[in-house]
């Protein structure tokens, strides 16, 4: 593919996701509003996309920047704060080499997206590391994962029977 069949590619990716997940509910919503209300602030959302969450706790008075590898997922971020008057900082870096100006007293990652990195025990350490590098003192790391519980049950249900 080449780079304007692929930068076309992401743009259309990022509108179809922004289509199909807009905003997150509202209980998930409170459910990291919750989380961040006892976590002494600046937030940093990493893995953002078009903030699908990000916006949502703006909205609410959070202070928050977010970071992202996507490009355009990002710009389509900036676009819905710009036009929702929010003020936010975003970052494009891949998080193996985070360089962020600050630190933040939480970071997190929502809704299963830590389990994108395809090398999981190489990169995703390389992430961790760089994440706490960007922790104050005593700051937090949350980090939401899927867990699939059907296909661990199939799985030991399965081998019982053989």
């Not at 997150?24 to 940093?44: C, M, N, R, W």
């Not at 900082?89 to 360089?99: D, I, V």
Request: aromatic share 8%; with cysteine.
């Amino acid at each position: 593919m080449n780079q304007q069949n692929e930068s076309s590619y992401q743009q259309l990716c990022s509108e179809y996701y922004d289509i199909h997940r807009p905003e997150a509910g509202s209980k998930e919503v409170k459910f990291y509003g919750d989380l961040l209300k006892t976590i002494q602030g600046p937030h940093l959302e990493a893995m953002c996309g078009s903030g699908r969450i990000l916006i949502p706790l703006l909205k609410e008075g959070y202070e928050i920047d977010g970071v992202d590898n996507a490009a355009h997922m990002l710009a389509n971020c900036q676009k819905r704060c710009d036009t929702q008057h929010l003020n936010v900082q975003l970052f494009n870096q891949p998080l193996e080499n985070l360089a962020l100006p600050k630190k933040y007293g939480c970071i997190f990652i929502a809704l299963g997206s830590f389990q994108h990195f395809a090398d999981y025990r190489i990169t995703a350490l390389k992430v961790l590391q760089r994440l706490n590098d960007h922790l104050l003192p005593g700051g937090s790391l949350i980090i939401d994962i899927i867990v699939p519980w059907g296909l661990i049950a199939d799985s030991i249900q399965d081998n019982a029977l053989s």
